[in-house]
T-cell receptor, first 117, second 108 residues
């Protein structure tokens, strides 16, 4: 149980275009989803926390107008990278927590590798 | 100063060796502690939680020293399949903070 999927697993896009990444909890209701970014040889950095039905909370230094997060249902959150640039190329990973027994553990999706050319 | 600090390694060890990783954290209000394992180009996977009393899971032993804000992971009888990056992770209020990871390479 507690499976999180992400789509797409990798994407290549041209500079200036927007890319949407989906994160789904497949077998549980995710009240909270987290979006991370990981550059090569660096740690995962939390970008934002989203609770179902409310606006995401962004970490300091993360542009909320550039990284649009929507968490409209208990099983789906999306991250849209708007007007992507080469420096946005990174590994984007989502995680989710649910209710009750799952409350304190985050389940990670397999990640999405974004390359902006 | 980083909130969670780890030696990046790599640690190169032969099969069967015992290897230890250390981690320090700066936020004394941190509530929970974990070791995750991350394989190349994959998501992190929970290896084990870390408790003040110390805990063991097969070949893996984790220790926490709250007074020193120090966490350790000991791997005994290393296997080739243990080659990965080991992430020290600390939880504050709802958020996980990841160290940069320590890379382990186990060779035949």
């Amino acid at each position: 149980g507690a499976v999180v999927s992400q789509h797409p697993s990798w994407v290549i896009c041209k500079s200036g275009t927007s890319v949407k990444i989906e994160c789904r909890s497949l077998d549980f209701q995710a009240t909270t989803m987290f979006w991370y970014r990981q550059f090569p040889k660096q740690s995962l950095m939390l970008m934002a926390t989203s609770n179902e039905g409310s606006k995401a909370t962004y970490e300091q230094g993360v542009e909320k107008d550039k990284f649009l997060i929507n968490h409209a249902s208990l099983t789906l959150s999306t991250l849209t990278v708007t007007s992507a640039h080469p420096e946005d190329s990174s590994f984007y990973i989502c995680s989710a927590t649910g209710t009750s027994a799952l409350l304190y553990e985050q389940y990670f999706g397999p990640g999405t590798r974004l390359t902006v050319t | 100063r980083k909130e969670v600090e780890q030696d990046p390694g790599p640690f190169n060890v032969p099969e069967g060796a015992t290897v230890a990783f250390n981690c320090t954290y700066s936020n004394s209000a941190s509530q929970s502690f974990f070791w995750y394992r991350q394989d190349c180009r994959k998501e992190p996977k929970l290896l084990m939680s870390v408790y003040s009393s110390g805990n063991e899971d097969g070949r893996f032993t984790a220790q926490l020293n709250r007074a020193s804000q120090y966490i350790s992971l000991l791997i005994r009888d290393s296997k080739l399949s243990d080659s990965a990056t080991y992430l020290c992770v600390v939880r504050g209020f709802q958020k996980l903070v990841f160290g940069t990871g320590t890379r382990l390479l186990v060779s035949p």
